[in-house]
T-cell receptor, first 113, second 113 residues
């Protein structure tokens, strides 16, 4: 089944403790991105990747890192999480950078205390 | 600044009613407009619209784009409780070598039996 998977789905952590949210897609998509979704602010892009080893900042990259060493995986790293990073995170992928339709992962609800 | 505004923010109807959701936009370098449905999980793709006046249809859902007046509508006829969700509109713009999605905040639809 074609899908985007994320892990973990739920995470409660403390300020400053490094964490990684994994994202994997099995559709051979070139383009992947990370979003956060907050009430009243909607979906905002954190980082995106147009292909392996090609990543770039989205609208709200501060406090996050990404890597794209393989086509299928696009992990999101929070080196030193803070409470303002408490949010719902979505990974998404699409066939290429010019494709409009994106496939979303199930979401990761992160709480930083 | 590019922006996408959806209205109404929320809507409560009875099963069988017809609803019209609105999405207006002000962007540069318009490429396409997307509609997504978000239940208590990841957004799922509904429609992509690129040309004015051409209706896209899927079952009881339909959508149309007006590029002159800069808006799109999503119609749902004979609503069912399973239509309860947040409906998101996103406008795809060309951004240099890339394309970027500008998201609206969504319309929350509740269909009561």
């Amino acid at each position: 089944e074609a899908q985007v998977t994320q892990n973990p789905r739920y995470l409660i952590t403390v300020t400053g403790k490094k964490l990684t949210v994994t994202c994997s897609q099995n559709m051979n998509h070139e383009y992947m991105s990370w979003y956060r979704q907050d009430p009243g602010l909607g979906l905002r892009q954190i980082y995106y990747s147009m292909n392996v080893e090609v990543t770039d900042k989205g609208d709200v990259p501060e406090g996050y890192k990404v890597s794209r060493k393989e086509k299928r995986n696009f992990p999101l790293i929070l080196e030193s999480p803070s409470p303002n990073q408490t949010s719902l995170y979505f990974c998404a992928s699409s066939l290429s950078r010019t494709s409009s339709e994106q496939y979303f992962g199930p979401g990761t609800r992160l709480t930083v205390t | 600044e590019d922006k996408v505004v959806q209205s109404p923010l929320s809507l409560v109807v009875h099963e069988g009613d017809t609803v019209t959701l609105n999405c207006s936009y002000e962007v540069t370098n318009f490429r396409s407009l997307l509609w997504y449905k978000q239940e208590k999980k990841a957004p799922t793709f509904l429609f992509m619209l690129t040309s004015s006046g051409i209706e896209k249809k899927s079952g009881r859902l339909s959508s149309i784009l007006d590029k002159k007046e800069l808006f799109s509508i999503l119609n749902i006829t004979a609503t069912q409780t399973g239509d309860s969700a947040v409906y998101l509109c996103a406008v795809v713009v060309n951004a240099g070598n890339n394309r970027k999605l500008i998201w609206g905040l969504g319309t929350s639809l509740a269909v009561n039996p």
